[in-house]
């Protein structure tokens, strides 16, 4: 499977009866899942429900045991597969940020499009500065991460994986670990990103923002899909009782 | 003689009560029949460690005291060192520290390789890295250097022209062995240190491992691997008088020669060596305290 067999109207992200085990735990039991190109789809659900080994599998972090992932036609369990160059497509956001602490926050943005993308300067510098602007971080560009507060990090990672301009974004739980303050300048970005048309496909806690911004709304638990839809049906008429109970402990 | 002897646990165990062999008598616990041999210990811990310390320098002095009525004063003594002290210094000392940079610096640089080679992913060159490393972390250095400098030729012919190895430098080479083999430790451990989260963001951003290991992992070990080299090299400076079994002629080898060209007098052996101890302490010691400092500095906030 090559990059150029895929066409806009097939999914971007294609995720047939994915199974995955850690050791003797099964984390994922057979999930498939669709994300069309400029969807944002909302994965939530229960810790250990398998939603960030999922995201991870997307783009090769963790290998599957059996089934299929393909993003943009190329085979992500194809063992030949060339990761970088898948990389190259796939953004991803962390829960802790990790950013490069040696690094300005200027110098995160734009490290990755000089040094893999083999970009010249000029022209990668004035995007960076772009997309810090796009965040609402500029005058933090010389600082660094441990100069910046949580919220700020994780939008330097945005910005940060947004420069290599992938065609599909992931975001693991990326307002976990910020304070409820700061988690709305972040939803904010990202809500930003998902009007522009990006694809992104995020695993949140989230519920308001997963109701406002998704197309579709996965809810996993003990490594299957039990339920999806789009927001408006199923934060209100969620059939299984499993999604009922969860919805109610967090609405 | 005879008496019934109380046991504190069960029967004795040879079915005897009685008897006035010490060896059959079941052992007594309580503390109304004392065992003697604990009487000492018991005393001993009555004193205060301040006070035991004080006792065990005056024993200390004894043989100091008794020196000092020789027909040799120590004054002469300090006045032997003093003459022989640019000898020493200059020739000796020197040397030492001349083959502490130069096997810091030959031990850093192979260390930093063997390091790199213990985390490569390929089975070839990670195992024999550990092989290695491990080996020479926990060999005896003077065996070490018995080895190397006597195995190591005494001069190399390159085309036409015959290089002599001097003795001080196939030191350096023995000395490097185990300090490479604690910088590896060293420079493995900060790269294990990086959090995870720094290689999976890498990854995720498309980065080979080779950039991930030089423009992000490596400039972040950095830091954290100075204190410990530091503590390395302050050990290896210490260790550097071992070469002096080996004939090379640093410190001790010269204070002993300076001792016999003075007659080889007993009073002249704590002066001596006691200068040496003062002189290494003197450099050790700042080295140590500031790789403390720096400890505090580089603390790793996660």
């Known amino acids: ?251 | 003689m005879t008496s019934k002897t109380h046991v504190a646990v069960g029967k004795p165990l040879l079915g005897r009560t009685e008897s006035d062999l010490p060896v059959l008598k079941p052992f007594n616990y309580s503390s109304a029949g004392q065992v003697n041999d604990l009487l000492f210990s018991r005393w001993l811990a009555e004193f205060s460690p301040r006070s035991l310390l004080v006792i065990t320098l005056l024993f200390m002095l004894w043989p100091g005291l008794a020196l000092a009525q020789g027909n040799y004063s120590f004054a002469q003594a300090l006045d032997a060192l003093w003459r022989w002290l640019p000898f020493i210094v200059g020739q000796g000392f020197v040397l030492n520290l001349v083959v502490s940079f130069l096997t810091m610096l030959v031990g850093t640089v192979a260390g930093v390789l063997l390091g790199l080679g213990q985390i490569s992913p390929a089975r070839i060159i990670s195992g024999p890295s550990w092989f290695v490393t491990q080996l020479f972390r926990n060999s005896p250095w003077l065996v070490l250097l018995f080895i190397v400098m006597l195995a190591l030729p005494f001069e190399i012919q390159i085309g036409d022209h015959v290089y002599p190895i001097p003795d001080w430098l196939k030191a350096v080479f023995g000395l490097a062995l185990p300090i490479m083999a604690n910088i590896s430790e060293i420079v493995r451990g900060a790269i294990i240190s990086v959090p995870t989260g720094q290689w999976e963001a890498a990854d995720s951003l498309a980065y080979s491992r080779h950039q991930t290991l030089w423009l992000i992992i490596l400039p972040q070990c950095f830091k954290r691997m100075i204190p410990p080299w530091m503590n390395w090299y302050a050990i290896l400076t210490m260790a550097t008088p071992l070469i002096s079994l080996l004939g090379v002629e640093e410190i001790v080898t010269l204070s002993r020669q300076a001792m016999e060209a003075e007659d080889n007098h007993p009073e002249l052996l704590v002066p001596f060596f006691g200068f040496a101890l003062i002189i290494f302490f003197a450099y050790c010691y700042p080295i140590a305290r500031y790789t403390i400092s720096l400890e505090k500095r580089f603390v790793v906030r996660q």
């Open chain 1, 1 to 251: 499977m090559t990059n150029s067999d895929w066409t806009p109207d097939q999914p971007l992200v294609s995720i047939r009866d994915v199974h995955k085990s850690f050791g003797n735990l099964e984390v994922l039991k057979g999930v498939s899942l669709d994300v069309r190109q400029g969807e944002v789809i909302c994965i939530i659900g229960p810790s250990g429900s398998g939603k960030s080994t999922l995201i991870r599998c997307i783009n090769a972090l963790n290998t599957i045991d059996s089934g299929s992932i393909t993003v943009e036609g190329i085979e992500v369990n194809d063992p030949g597969l060339d990761k970088l160059k898948l990389r190259k497509n796939v953004g991803m956001v962390f829960q802790q940020y990790n950013l490069f602490p040696h690094k300005t926050a200027l110098q995160n943005v734009m490290m990755a499009p000089i040094k893999v993308l083999k970009q010249p300067v000029e022209e990668v510098e004035a995007r960076a500065r772009a997309l810090i602007k796009r965040v609402n971080l500029v005058g933090k560009e010389d600082s660094y991460p441990g100069e910046l507060s949580g919220g700020q990090q994780q939008r330097v990672a945005i910005a940060r994986s947004l420069a290599m301009n992938p065609d599909v974004m992931l975001f693991d739980e990326v307002t976990a670990a910020l304070d409820p303050e700061t988690v709305n300048e972040v939803l904010l970005a990202i809500k930003d990103l998902a009007k522009d048309g990006m694809t992104c496909i995020l695993v949140t806690h989230e519920m308001g923002f997963a109701r406002e911004v998704a197309d579709h709304i996965y809810f996993t638990d003990r490594g299957v899909i039990v339920e999806h839809g789009p927001p408006t049906t199923f934060f209100k008429e969620a059939k299984d009782p499993r999604t009922q109970e969860f919805l109610s402990q967090i609405l």
